[in-house]
Every structure is written in C-alpha cells, then in structure tokens.
C-alpha cells in the first residue's frame, strides 16, 4: 500500500525536525563531552548579539536631533553623541542543556563623533539639498577594559580604537514655513575587529567578530521656538565575519568555527532637544525590530524576538 500524501509529510517533518535543531557549523561534533553544545552557544552568541552591536553603533537618527540638511557650502555640524541599550550579558560556560545563565545586565553605551558638511543648498524649499555625513565610533581597547579584545592594527587615538562612518543625507523640505523639514540618508559604518570572553582565563566560549552596518533613515522634524523634534524609521543591515570559539570537551583544546553573518532590521526613533543656535543639547528614544533567529541556546533574561529599546544623547555644534 503506498503511503498518503499526508502521511509523508508528517513523515518528513518529524525527521527534519531534530535536524533542524542544530547549528550547521557544530553537526560533526560529539554531545558525550557537551562539545556540540558549547559550539552552539559560541555561534548562538554571536548571531544574538550582532545586531544589538550594530544597533549601539548606528543609533537611529544620522546626525543627532536634525530633520533636514546643513543648507549648502560653509554649513556644518559636529556632534558628540551616546548610544546605549539596556544588554545581558551571559555566563560564559556552559553545561549540557543547552542553556545559559545570565552573568549580568548592563547600560552599554557607547561614544560616537559624528559631523555633517553642506554640500549643495538645493532648489526651492530646500528639494535635492545634499550633505555629505561622517562619524568615527569610539571602541574602548583592551588597555581601557580588559574583557574585550580589539584589532591591534586597527586605528586608535590613546585608550579608544576607531571605528570609520560615511555616508550622504538628502533633502526633500527645509522645514520653512508651516511644513517639516524631511530628509533621506544613508550611512555605511564599520567596525574594528573585536572578541570577547578568554578561554585560557577558565570561559568555555569566546568570539571575535567584524562588523559593517548599512543603515537607510528617513526624518521628519520641527524647530518650534528654541525646541526641536524629530521622528524617523529606517532600515539596518549588519554583516560581518565572525569566529567562535568553543572548549574541547575530551582534550580541552579550542576550537574555532567561523561563519559569515547578515543580517537586517528595521529602526524607529525620536528625537527631542534644546536649540541655542550654536549649541544643541539633544535627546533620542528608539526601538529596533526583533527576530526569531531559532537559536538553539538559551540564555537566560534574553529573547531575540521582543527587539531592542535604544537611547541616545548628546551636544551638537553647528553653523
């Protein structure tokens, strides 16, 4: 008797369904000495905190409580800004069920230099104004905080380790009159080479990781009397090359296992803040999108579903 088509199906499911409970990079791996599961929290772990990463690295708005462009040559900006999300941070060891306790839980913040530089004034109303946007990310090195890892050959200015941003804003209102000002910008944004967690140090897990990050904004925003308000949404692509690294059960050796990642997600955001001409004393909220990444791990106090709440601020110089 040949089998209904129904029946294959569920057939086929219950088979694949242990198969796709494993991360690709670790099925040659025994369970016996908790190998595999070590190789599946070290790549569960770089996969659930890349985005979040990317995130503190682009924050929502390109250029701190703006909504349209500089307005032509001889306009520029400068802004010191942080950018900072409430993190879990996990126990770097790991026993054999696939779970990881939660170590602790954090503000990371971290410091970004951004400027922008009027290129073109654009036609009536500010339509097809241009700027041409920069930022450079301030990663504290190894002499400034001990549990992570930085790129020695990356560039550093004394403690901290730079990160290099560009990108271009266009403008489509300048906010004259009763209408907003409304402008699109894109920015690409990398990172140096960064690890974390130390197996001669007694962790099981450890991970370096690259990171670029892709972000498209939209902002819409209002200089109402000496305050100002924003509100954008976008969407963020990170990528980067990452190796995870994972204590050998049997002979306490690492091994590495690397992977590529990309990943996307979409941001919305809102600023608001004191204008004194000059100087702007800024303020940001903002919320990135989760995703069910099937990790096979997990750690404890983090779901990668529920997203990300970010928060910025900072001090805005410009002419």
Sequence with gaps: MRPSRTALAVLLSLLAAPLAAQNPECS????????????DAAVDLTRAYHPIAGLLVSGGNPLLGSQSTMGGLGHFAISLRANAANVVIP?????????VAESDRLLAPVPVLEGAVGLFKGLRGGLLSLDFLASA???PNEKAVDEIRVDPDAPRIGPVSLGIG??????????????????????????????FGELAAGDDLAADL?????????????RLAVLTVAAGAGWSRYTGNVSATFRNGATGVPQTVTLHLDQSRTVIF?????????????GEIGH???RDQHLITNFQGFDDTKGTTFYSAGLRFGF
Excluded at 180 to 187: A, H, I, N, T
Excluded at 213 to 221: D, E, I, M, W, Y
Excluded at 270 to 282: H, Q, S
Aim: with cysteine.
């Design 28 to 39: 040659g791996l025994s369970s016996a000495q908790n190998d595999r599961q070590r190789c």
């Design 91 to 99: 126990e770097l060891n790991v026993d054999g069920s696939n779970n």
């Design 137 to 139: 990310q301030l990663v």
């Design 166 to 195: 560009y990108g271009a804003r266009l403008g489509l209102l300048n906010g004259d009159g009763a209408l907003p000002g409304l402008s699109v910008s894109v920015m690409r944004r990398s990172v140096p080479r960064i690890g």
């Design 210 to 222: 690259d990171l670029q990050a892709t972000s498209l904004r939209v902002v819409a925003g209002k």
């Design 270 to 282: 809102a600023d608001a803040g004191l204008d004194l001409k000059v100087l702007k004393i800024v």
């Design 288 to 290: 990135q999108s989760g």
